[in-house]
């Protein structure tokens, strides 16, 4: 390795960790208000962050190939972003996809992205869904319900009971940080008596063993819980 080329490859070290140093004050700074804070960070923003990020989109792969083996119609992501699991789950034919997002600029960049889809899209708090019950057979989130408090986890995880018909699939890492509460879901679930059909790690990841795919069959189509029911367990 020349001088030149060993101080372009330090530079470029120290670069990118200020950057990230930079996202993580930013972070801290503004996660106080999340929707104000995605809807200055999402779209562009973001998805560039992103797409650069190759295990981003195998970890992306790995969860949409295994929903893809269950039987259903119809699909709802809650805090959907810019649509990368949609437009991944859009190759399993005949079904009708809607992503929710409070963020304004996730969901334009999402039409965007997967434009040709046949996809609905809602700008909606996923605490309060204005959606009929029972209406999707799957209710599915993506390192959504990880960064909210218990009692709004909560109302999200109880939303998502009341709008689905056969299942809640969750993407959640279980790690605790500033914006993080280490939910077990696949804990959760299971102490409220759901069967557990897939509960593991992400082989993908940075670091697999933070990380917790969760696939629950709701019992009973009828089935609802209020948010002071829900008993949230931790990893």
């Given at each position: 390795?020349?001088?030149?080329?060993?101080?372009?490859?330090?530079?470029?070290?120290?670069?990118?960790?200020?950057?990230?140093?930079?996202?993580?004050?930013?972070?801290?700074?503004?996660?106080?208000?999340?929707?104000?804070?995605?809807?200055?960070?999402?779209?562009?923003?973001?998805?560039?962050?992103?797409?650069?990020?190759?295990?981003?989109?195998?970890?992306?792969?790995?969860?949409?190939?295994?929903?893809?083996?269950?039987?259903?119609?119809?699909?709802?992501?809650?805090?959907?972003?810019?649509?990368?699991?949609?437009k991944n789950l859009?190759?399993?034919?005949?079904?009708?996809?809607t992503g929710v997002?409070?963020?304004?600029?996730?969901?334009?960049?999402?039409?965007?992205?997967?434009?040709?889809?046949?996809?609905?899209?809602?700008?909606?708090?996923?605490?309060?869904?204005?959606?009929?019950d029972k209406s999707?057979?799957?209710?599915?989130?993506?390192?959504?319900?990880?960064?909210?408090?218990?009692?709004?986890?909560?109302?999200?995880?109880?939303?998502?009971?009341?709008?689905?018909?056969?299942?809640?699939?969750?993407?959640?890492?279980?790690?605790?940080?500033?914006?993080?509460?280490?939910?077990?879901?696949?804990?959760?679930?299971?102490?409220?008596?759901?069967?557990?059909?897939?509960?593991?790690?992400?082989?993908?990841?940075?670091?697999?063993?933070?990380?917790?795919?969760?696939?629950?069959?709701?019992?009973?189509?009828?089935?609802?819980?209020?948010?002071?029911?829900?008993?949230?367990?931790?990893?």
């Amino acid at each position: 390795m020349t001088l030149t080329e060993f101080v372009k490859k330090a530079w470029h070290k120290i670069y990118y960790k200020v950057i990230a140093f930079d996202y993580r004050i930013d972070r801290i700074i503004r996660y106080r208000n999340p929707k104000k804070y995605w809807n200055q960070r999402g779209g562009d923003t973001y998805f560039e962050e992103q797409e650069v990020e190759e295990h981003r989109t195998l970890r992306s792969q790995f969860i949409t190939d295994e929903i893809k083996k269950l039987h259903f119609s119809s699909l709802l992501e809650i805090g959907c972003g810019y649509g990368k699991q949609i437009k991944n789950l859009s190759a399993k034919n005949g079904v009708f996809i809607t992503g929710v997002d409070f963020s304004r600029p996730q969901l334009m960049k999402a039409k965007e992205y997967c434009a040709g889809i046949n996809l609905n899209v809602l700008e909606a708090d996923s605490e309060s869904l204005p959606l009929r019950d029972k209406s999707f057979d799957v209710a599915f989130s993506s390192a959504v319900i990880l960064h909210n408090e218990p009692e709004k986890a909560k109302k999200i995880i109880s939303e998502m009971i009341r709008v689905s018909r056969q299942y809640l699939i969750h993407n959640e890492d279980v790690d605790k940080a500033f914006s993080r509460y280490g939910y077990d879901l696949t804990k959760t679930y299971q102490g409220m008596g759901f069967k557990i059909v897939r509960s593991s790690q992400i082989p993908y990841a940075p670091d697999p063993s933070v990380t917790q795919f969760t696939i629950a069959e709701l019992p009973s189509r009828d089935l609802r819980f209020r948010p002071d029911q829900i008993r949230l367990q931790y990893h």
